[in-house]
């Protein structure tokens, strides 16, 4: 598993598992039900876009997005 600490980060995730399931970022909007140009500020790490159509494309690519506080973890 792989920590997410900002939006290019988690844009680059989701970059990375696209083209390894080598599908184009058209074929991606298209599976989803969102914009082509959502899916290449979603890539690029924009800050501000939409938690809920992100979360969108990462459940398409099979992707599972978990959070934990630092506080669960054992010194």
Same mark, same amino acid.
């Given at each position: 598993?792989?920590? =997410?600490?900002?939006? %290019? /980060?988690?844009?680059?995730?989701? @970059?990375?598992? @696209? &083209?390894?399931? /080598? *599908? ?8 989803? !039900? =969102?914009? $082509?140009?959502?899916? /290449?500020?979603?890539?690029?790490? &924009? ?6 159509? +992100? *979360?969108? $494309?990462? +459940? +398409? *690519? !099979?992707?599972? $997005?978990? $959070? !934990?506080? !630092?506080? %669960? @973890?054992?010194?």
């Amino acid at each position: 598993m792989q920590s =997410v600490i900002d939006a %290019e /980060r988690f844009g680059s995730l989701i @970059r990375a598992e @696209r &083209k390894a399931q /080598r *599908l184009t970022q058209e074929e991606l909007a298209g599976l989803t !039900g =969102v914009g $082509v140009r959502f899916v /290449r500020e979603l890539e690029a790490g &924009k800050p501000s876009c939409q938690i809920g159509r +992100a *979360l969108q $494309v990462a +459940a +398409a *690519l !099979g992707l599972t $997005v978990s $959070v !934990g506080s !630092g506080r %669960e @973890r054992a010194p």
